[in-house]
């Protein structure tokens, strides 16, 4: 298969999506009748793209799996045996997504196995792993994006509680002051999630009043009160005060790891990930919390991680780095012209254009296609190498080499 083919994408439409983001990068118009949440690029089973090949419309799972070759090239093909790895996403979040984490992959591996042999159906209410597939993934702000990610160091707990005068509240949040932090934070975990129903509802409430009482719009006490008016009573209302928060600007990325405790808390941005849908819930839902299986995947380490900048190449390719073998983002800005991306290994790609207008045309082949704001394509390993002309920007997926 040797053109670029234009996607036609399904939009998820969970609750605590939005109804002008991704409308607006459609062109659509807003508000959206219902909360659109994410829009999914891709060949995951849930919800694949689909694609037009002469007169009929189809999934491109299907036509993957028709060509495996020549739309993922041999390298894709053969180390991620004849699946596309990587799922791509545009992700609007109004209102704070679930607190949750991701196996890494031998959990998944031993997870997934576990719950077939018990029988549980995949689409079952108390599933945890829908495949057998780790989910590494990055997101990328298009607006200002906040997120909870990873463990304070337990000190930093401590002086947060103190200013807030929570520690009187309960002796769930008497944190011991000796012992290796991952000790101290999984104890720590695991006595807020033990708390009964009569004890953590009025425990969270408290500690939300008097964050309510000190917090500037926007920090992480601002967030515990914004959380308690959302989830009133749920563990993860006090998230903010044990996780890191975190602000990305447009243009800005982070990448997260397997067993890291986070929460997509406001905005709109491009995610990139494995081709995985195993979340384990730790709060923020009304979906299923398995406690034990959560607090058996987390890394309770505390790191310090880096807001991920775009690293400039020589052709003017802007590079977010990430140790992820089954993906890589880029991104592609032209004010007005044409440029060549880098290339590696030819391999199966997807774009999405977030603003302007750009043609995609393979080099030495006559059919390219011009993509519009909110618009994205499959590059089949056979269209590769190819030029990108005209105004505007545009998000690049693929394997690494």
Same mark, same amino acid.
């Given at each position: 298969?040797?053109? $670029? ?17 991704? @409308?607006?990068?459609?062109? =659509?118009?807003? +508000? ?12 995951? %089973? ?46 609007? @979040? ?6 949750? *984490? ?37 997101? /990328? @702000? ?28 309960? =002796? ?7 012992? +290796? ?19 953590? !509802? ?12 000190? @917090? ?22 006090? *998230? ?52 034990? =299986? ?17 690293? +400039? ?26 440029? $060549?991306?880098?290339?590696?290994? +030819?391999? /199966? ?13 393979? $080099?030495?082949?006559? !059919? ?16 590769? %190498? ?16």
């Amino acid at each position: 298969m040797k053109n $670029v083919v234009l996607l036609e994408n399904q939009i998820q439409e969970y609750d605590w999506g939005s109804r002008t983001a991704i @409308a607006e990068l459609l062109g =659509e118009p807003t +508000p959206s009748t219902k909360p659109q949440a994410e829009l999914w690029m891709g060949a995951h %089973p849930l919800a694949p793209s689909r694609v037009k090949t002469g007169t009929r419309s189809v999934s491109l799972a299907d036509l993957i799996a028709s060509e495996p070759v020549s739309i993922l090239g041999e390298r894709i093909d053969r180390d991620f045996e004849g699946r596309l790895p990587f799922l791509f996403k545009l992700l609007a @979040a109004e209102r704070p997504l679930s607190i949750q *984490a991701h196996p890494d992959a031998p959990g998944a591996r031993e997870g997934f196995e576990r719950e077939n042999a018990l029988g549980i159906a995949l689409e079952a209410p108390d599933r945890n792993y829908r495949d057998s597939s780790h989910k590494p993934e990055i997101i /990328c @702000a298009l607006t200002r994006f906040q997120a909870l990610r990873g463990f304070r160091p337990p000190d930093d707990i401590r002086r947060l509680l103190d200013e807030l005068g929570a520690g009187a509240l309960d =002796e769930v949040f008497a944190l011991p002051s000796e012992g +290796p932090p991952a000790q101290v934070l999984s104890d720590f975990l695991g006595d807020l999630f033990e708390l009964s129903n009569a004890r953590r !509802e009025p425990l969270m409430a408290a500690v939300a009043n008097r964050a309510a009482n000190q @917090a500037k719009q926007g920090d992480a006490l601002w967030w515990v009160a914004r959380l308690q008016e959302l989830y009133p009573g749920d563990v993860g209302v006090i *998230a903010p005060l044990f996780l890191r928060d975190i602000t990305l600007e447009p243009g800005q990325a982070m990448y997260l790891p397997a067993r890291e405790f986070h929460c997509y808390l406001s905005g709109f941005g491009i995610e990139l990930m494995a081709n995985s849908d195993n979340v384990l819930r730790g709060g923020l839902t009304s979906k299923r919390v398995d406690v034990g =299986e959560v607090m058996s995947v987390l890394d309770f380490e505390p790191r310090d991680f880096s807001i991920l900048n775009p690293q +400039p190449s020589p052709n003017g390719e802007e590079l977010y780095d990430s140790p992820a073998r089954e993906f890589q983002l880029s991104r592609i800005r032209l004010p007005d012209g044409e440029m $060549v991306p880098d290339f590696g290994v +030819p391999g /199966c790609e997807l774009l999405l254009c977030t603003e302007g207008g750009l043609r995609v045309d393979p $080099v030495g082949a006559s !059919e390219g296609l011009t993509l519009s704001s909110g618009r994205s394509c499959l590059v089949p390993a056979e269209a590769v %190498p190819y030029r990108v002309s005209g105004s505007g920007t545009l998000y690049r997926a693929r394997v690494p080499d």
